[in-house]
């Protein structure tokens, strides 16, 4: 018989759960477990680095780029994890892996070149060269394949497909599943031709410049109860299979909202002795790193948790993806979050 106190931890575990799924109607994985509050005066969040080396570099659709990272005692990672990989310049960006998890000596990824993107996959795309020496850390799982579900449905769009890949090769023989491949055109789908030999018969190709948009209302329609649903793509094709499938497991490589809007607050930096202005149109990050431009930070985006901070006082507006209701007690990521009220205290 379990005592009191087990009884009273596991109901108290099962209302924390609760409460989130009803915070979250989807279930989104942020790329990035969170990182310890730094210390005051550390330097880097911990994370473990590895070594690798580019030593493969192949164009595998229009404007995606695949990557193939060598390295010595890799470690294992499952369907649906990511890295995070160094550039030379010092940005860091995350990206699925896309190939065999059983190899211990290298990871492969894809990237995408957003030509009016933030720098990352330009770096990427214009200035990796085989033999470039790199560092990666991870790699983490937030958008793990659950086992044992009676039928799988998968909904890609372009590069979203990377995680995806990797999950229906690890079905075991004999499950249900189908894939909902999206673009643009043909050329624009990185790994078509491999997504389509898994089985040419569950895979629905739709490509936009040939039979326009896929009909998700008929997608929705044929999903049985039960089948796990898994997402990643565009924000706008993510959120239209929510809409429809509301339980929906979903990975986002861009930010839901922008970081930037919202009404002018002031952060005071308890421990700096100062104070910042963050108008609308300004993230609090970008604010505060005017005046301490040590400030750590790394996607900017709300999913990796570098730029985290302890808040002293003041009602935070939480956009992140990352941060669970224990967190966000006492902390933001000043890239995305913003004040509810005027003001804000950071122990900074
Ligand atoms: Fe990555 Fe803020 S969460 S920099």
Known sequence: ???????????????????????????????????????????????????????????????????????????DWAPGAHVDLVLPSGLVRQYS??????????????????ADG???????HEELVVGAELEVRGPRNRFPLVSGAPAYLFVAGGIGITPLLPMVR??????????????????????LAEALA?????????????????????LAAGVAPGTEVY??????????VAERLPGVRVERFAPRASAGEGAAFEVELRRSGRTVQVPDG??????IRAALPDTLYSCEQGFCGTCRQRVLEGEV?????LLGDAERGDSMLICVSRARGERLVLDL
């Open 118 to 124: 933030r720098g990352g996959s330009r770096e990427v």
């Open 170 to 191: 690890a079905l075991p023989a004999g499950t249900e599943w189908r894939l909902l491949y999206c673009g643009r055109s043909r050329a624009s789908m990185p790994f």
């Open 231 to 240: 997402c990643c793509g565009p924000e706008e094709l993510m959120a239209a």
């Open 97 to 114: 892996l896309c190939g065999d998890p059983g190899d211990p000596t290298s990871y492969t990824v894809a990237a995408r070149l957003v």
């Open 282 to 287: 300004t993230s609090a990050l970008t604010a």
């Open 317 to 321: 507006d939480h956009r992140d993806e």
């Open 1 to 75: 018989m379990p005592g009191l106190r087990t009884v009273v931890v596991v109901v108290a575990g099962a209302a924390v759960l609760v409460r989130r799924a009803l915070r979250r109607r989807i279930r989104v994985s942020p790329l990035w477990p969170l990182p310890a509050l730094a210390e005051p005066t550390s330097g880097r969040p911990r994370s473990r680095a590895l070594r690798v080396r580019l030593t493969a570099r192949e164009t595998v659709a229009e404007g995606v780029v695949r990557l193939r990272l060598e390295g010595r005692g890799l470690p």
């Open 198 to 218: 898994l089985g040419a018969d569950r895979v629905t190709v739709a490509a936009g410049d040939e039979a326009g948009r896929a009909d998700l209302d008929a």
